[in-house]
C-alpha cells in the first residue's frame, strides 16, 4: 500500500535525525576521547565511557514523543471528522484529506439516481426536446416546446428505431422489487427504449419484425 503524505513525511524525518544523531555521536566520541584522556588510566576505560556518553546523546536527539504527538493530533481530526457524521477508518486518512486539493467521486445513487435519460435530439438539422423522467416511458417529444405531430414523428422513426435496435438494454416496469421503472442490462443503451416508446415504437414488436 502506498505511503500517505505524513508517512512519506516522517519516513524522511527520521532519516534526517538518524543521519544527525550518528554525525553528532560521532564527534562527541572524537572530542570526549581527547578531552577527558587524563581522567582514565586505562585507554579501555575512557573508550567505554566516549561510548556510553555519545550513544546517550544520539537517543537524546530521537523525539520520543513524536509518534504519540501525531497520534493525538490525528485523533483530534478524527473526531471533528465524526462530529460532521464522517467515519474514518485509519487515522492516516486525516492527514491525506487535509492534503487534498480536488476530490473525483462518483456519486451515482446518492445525489443522483443511477438512471440515464435521453432529453435531447438533433436529427436532420432540428433539434427536439424530450420530457420525462428516468425510465418511465411517459412524456413527449418536442420541437420549439410544442409537441411533435405524430405524423412527422412518423417519418422519423427510423432514427428512433435504430437506437432501439442498437442497444442491449431494456427497461420494465415497477414490480415488488423496484418502485420505479428500471434498466435490465446496458444503464446507458437502455434510454433507447423509453426514448422510442415516447416517439410511438413498440418495442416488443420491433424486436419481432428484426430480431437480434
Not at 443511477?114 to 420541437?143: C, H, K
Not at 409537441?147 to 415488488?176: C, I, M, W, Y
Not at 415504437?201 to 437480434?212: G, H, I, K, T, Y
Request: aromatic letters at 6%.
Amino acid at each position: 500500500r502506498d505511503l500517505s503524505p505524513l508517512q512519506r513525511e516522517m519516513k524522511t524525518l527520521a532519516g534526517l535525525l538518524t543521519r544527525m544523531a550518528g554525525v553528532i555521536a560521532l564527534a562527541l566520541f572524537a572530542i570526549n576521547l581527547l578531552l577527558r584522556a587524563d581522567d582514565f588510566a586505562d585507554t579501555g576505560a575512557l573508550v567505554n565511557a566516549s561510548i556510553l556518553f555519545a550513544i546517550g546523546v544520539a537517543a537524546a536527539c530521537v523525539p520520543q514523543g513524536l509518534p504519540a504527538q501525531i497520534t493525538v493530533a490525528l485523533s483530534l481530526g478524527v473526531g471533528r471528522l465524526a462530529r460532521e457524521n464522517a467515519i474514518v477508518k485509519r487515522l492516516s486518512s486525516v492527514e491525506t484529506l487535509g492534503c487534498t486539493t480536488v476530490i473525483c467521486s462518483d456519486k451515482t445513487g446518492t445525489i443522483t439516481s443511477n438512471q440515464m435519460t435521453i432529453v435531447a435530439a438533433w436529427v436532420d438539422g432540428r433539434s427536439f426536446e424530450i420530457t420525462g423522467d428516468g425510465y418511465d416511458p411517459s412524456g413527449d417529444i418536442l420541437e420549439d416546446s410544442k409537441p411533435v405531430p405524430d405524423a412527422e414523428l412518423e417519418q422519423l422513426k427510423h432514427f428512433f428505431q435504430h437506437g432501439l435496435l442498437a442497444s442491449n438494454g431494456r427497461t420494465h416496469e415497477p414490480d415488488e422489487e423496484h418502485a420505479d421503472w428500471y434498466a435490465i442490462g446496458d444503464p446507458t443503451e437502455a434510454a433507447f427504449m423509453p426514448f422510442a416508446i415516447k416517439a410511438g415504437l413498440d418495442p416488443q414488436e420491433r424486436s419481432e419484425v428484426f430480431p437480434v
